[in-house]
């Protein structure tokens, strides 16, 4: 795997010039490019949007202390993938098992919501992400971002692998893609995403990995 974490990256002049600020009013803050969280030839990969003010951007652990983090470590924990149902901090004595959370933007965006040039500049991490897979990996796009983000680390056209919550695509190398609405504060509390639904496709990956072994 070629990812290099760099916590100085500042390929995204926007990016750098909102986390410098962020840094000043919460210095405590991790306030960098947050790194992926898993090993790094686990056969499943989770893929989000973005490092949340409050969350991944102030712990430098993806989804841990926000309100998405809550739904998606539980479900991690009842199907076996980590080691505790709740994600407190980076260097609390949770473990995950056979997979790896990254997100397509790993720097905090302004509101949460990276531009396509920032998508596109940060994709190159995602490639190498995808790339140390094992060839009957799965990945799991958190989101319409992050199902386009996968495809554009492929250079696969995104008009042929449409998103649908629990869709299922063929992505070559043996990797197959697997949609679900982001667990998000917002889609949570409108139960667009429910846990019910969250579960039925957490249900389908574990007993995809369990079948190959």
Do not use: W
Request: charged share 25%; glycine share 8%; net charge neutral.
């Amino acid at each position: 795997m070629t990812d290099k974490f760099d916590t100085g990256c500042r390929k995204c002049p926007r990016l750098a010039k909102f986390l410098a600020e962020v840094r000043v009013k919460y210095p405590d803050y991790f306030a960098r490019h947050v790194p992926s969280f898993g090993a790094p030839d686990a056969r499943l990969l989770f893929v989000g949007l973005a490092p949340g003010m409050h969350g991944a951007n102030a712990t430098g652990r993806p989804f841990t202390g926000d309100h998405a983090g809550i739904l998606l470590y539980e479900t991690l924990f009842e199907f076996d993938f980590a080691t505790l149902p709740v994600s407190e901090s980076a260097d609390d004595e949770l473990r995950l098992r056979d997979c790896r959370i990254a997100n397509a933007v790993r720097c905090l965006p302004p509101e949460n919501k990276p531009t396509t040039s920032e998508v596109d500049t940060c994709n190159a991490y995602l490639t190498d992400e995808l790339r140390s897979m094992p060839a009957d990996g799965l990945v799991l796009a958190l989101g319409t971002i992050a199902h386009r983000a996968v495809l554009k680390a492929l250079n696969l056209k995104l008009s042929a692998f449409r998103f649908g919550h629990g869709a299922e695509h063929e992505i070559g190398a043996g990797l197959r893609l697997i949609d679900s609405y982001h667990c998000s504060r917002y889609n949570t509390q409108t139960r667009r995403l429910t846990p019910a639904m969250f579960q039925d496709v957490f249900r389908g990956l574990r007993a995809t990995l369990d079948a190959t072994g």
